[in-house]
Every structure is written in C-alpha cells, then in structure tokens.
C-alpha cells in the first residue's frame, strides 16, 4: 500500500486555507500560480462564473525562452505577458493566489513582473 507524501499533503492543506479566504470576480479575478519543476503556468479565474478568462504558461507557443537564463527569469516573463493578456481583456486588478508554494523565487519573480506588466494586487 502507497504512502502519501506529506509535503503533498501538507500543501493541499495550504491551498484549501488559502482558497477559504479569497475568491475572484470578473472585475478582478484570481491569479492562480501552479509550479512545476520545469514549468509555471498562471490562470486569471472568475470563481463566479467558474471560467478561465486568461492564462500562461512557458510551455505556450507565444512563450519565447531563448533570451532567459533560467527559471526565475522565465517566470518574471510569463508575469509580463498575462499583464498584457489581462490589460487586453479589460483587466486591471487581480487577486494573486500562489497556490500553496512559499512568495519566494519563481513565484515572486512571476507576480514582480505582472506588476511591472501594469496588474495591481
């Protein structure tokens, strides 16, 4: 019989107190992060109408990582590009959801560039 892994389980606990608190809307929605070992994607989500109305990711034909040295920079780039996907769907605001993972590294370097894009949190 599996075991379950307890940094899976203890960040499935982190992201069910996380979604408790904060939800999305149209007129500002939820960015929510996932991470993946060689990936990041990001979705804009309006949790009324359960609907994606934006999203990103590295492994996007759009996604060019030629220019990038590693991960970090990669992720401050695809904060950049769903700035400007968001701005041209008419969104400005947004609620950031990391998704159960620590505000340190790929994450903060994706929401650092989102803001540079022009989304405020």
């Not at 990669?74 to 998704?99: N, P, T």
Request: aromatic share 4%; net charge positive.
């Amino acid at each position: 019989m599996a075991k379950t892994n307890p940094k899976v389980t203890a960040r499935q606990k982190r992201i069910r107190r996380i979604r408790k608190k904060i939800s999305g809307t149209a007129e500002r929605p939820r960015m929510r992060v996932f991470r993946s070992n060689r990936h990041i994607y990001v979705q804009l989500i309006d949790d009324t109408r359960q609907t994606t109305l934006v999203s990103m990711s590295t492994g996007d034909r759009e996604f060019d990582a030629s220019d990038c040295k590693g991960k970090c920079e990669q992720a401050k780039k695809v904060g950049l590009i769903v700035a400007r996907r968001a701005k041209d769907a008419g969104i400005s605001e947004v609620v950031f959801d990391r998704g159960g993972n620590l505000y340190h590294g790929r994450v903060k370097a994706l929401s650092e560039g989102a803001r540079e894009g022009g989304l405020k949190f």
